[in-house]
Structures are given as structure tokens and as C-alpha cells.
């Protein structure tokens, strides 16, 4: 499974950002697919992620400002950030389990004033 990002950047607290992870290749049989996101400072952490056919689960510190959605085939997923805050900023890194766990390369999200 090949992921694609696409989005991320700068902008403001209390800004809105949107992050956007195409899947290709082997994408039959994708388990979970979601995002999570790093920073020097601490541990991979997630931000949000689909389970199966099952609604999307949030990070504690994400819940009620992000909002994850997919296409019907799922395989392209939207992350809407709003009401961003400086300790959103990271590296997010989109994520798909199939017969392996998969990677994005990355996109930073820097969120100053």
C-alpha cells in the first residue's frame, strides 16, 4: 500500500487545516487507516483513525475540533482540523494496516502566531 498526503502547512491558533492521505496499491483488505502525528518532544500520538467499517476515533486531545471522513471506497481520507492550538503542531503521518503497516512520509503542521 503506497499513501499519499497531501495538505498540512502554517497558520494561526484557533486556524483550521486540512490534511488529505490517498492509499494505493494492495488497498483491498485495508484493517485501519487513520493519522497520528510527532513532535521531538514526545511520542507518537493518535490523532485519529478508522477501525474497520466501524465510525472514526479521536485522541483525547483532538476530540470536538478534528473531524475524519473517508470516500466510499475508502481509500482517501480527510482529516478536518479546526480550532487549532500550538501543541497541535507535528509531524502527522497518515496510516494504513493491510498485510503490513504502512507509512506516509509525512507533512508538517506548524501552528503560530
Known amino acids: 500500500v503506497q499513501l499519499a498526503e497531501s495538505g498540512g502547512g502554517w497558520v494561526r491558533p484557533g486556524g483550521s487545516l486540512t490534511l488529505t492521505c490517498a492509499a494505493s496499491?494492495?488497498?483491498?483488505?485495508?484493517?485501519?487507516m487513520g493519522w497520528y502525528r510527532q513532535t521531538p518532544e514526545k511520542e507518537l500520538e493518535t490523532v485519529a483513525l478508522?477501525?474497520?467499517?466501524?465510525?472514526?476515533e479521536y485522541g483525547d486531545s483532538v476530540k470536538g475540533r478534528f473531524t475524519l471522513s473517508r470516500d466510499n471506497a475508502k481509500t482517501t481520507m480527510t482529516l478536518q482540523m479546526n480550532s487549532l492550538k500550538a501543541e497541535d503542531s507535528a509531524v502527522y503521518y497518515c496510516?494504513?494496516?493491510?498485510?503490513?503497516?504502512?507509512w506516509g512520509q509525512g507533512t508538517q503542521v506548524t501552528i503560530s502566531s
Open positions: 496510516y494504513a494496516l493491510g498485510a503490513v503497516a504502512n
Open positions: 496499491g494492495d488497498t483491498f483488505g485495508i484493517a485501519a
Open positions: 478508522f477501525i474497520g467499517d466501524g465510525g472514526p
